[in-house]
């Protein structure tokens, strides 16, 4: 199973669904990672976290511990 934190830069995926409980699953969904969202990686900080996405048309920057808990294909 892949995972959003596999992603490198200039791969892209489509959302499968989310791994996470309470409040990070909340956070994650208000940014728009919901089932069927296309998230590409645009790039990767220099110490190798966080990283950033563009998801529906904005660059957000998720940790890699929290991108563990959003499933893609």
Do not use: Q, W
Not at 20 to 45: A, F, H, W
Not at 50 to 61: G, H, K, Q
Request: hydrophobic share 40%.
């Amino acid at each position: 199973m892949r995972t959003l934190a596999d992603l490198r830069p200039g791969e892209s995926a489509v959302v499968r669904g989310l791994n996470t409980p309470g409040r990070l699953r909340r956070r994650l969904m208000d940014i728009g990672l919901i089932e069927g969202t296309k998230v590409e990686c645009v790039g990767i900080s220099p110490l190798g976290d966080p990283s950033a996405y563009l998801i529906r048309e904005t660059v957000v920057a998720i940790r890699h511990r929290d991108g563990k808990g959003v499933r893609i294909f």
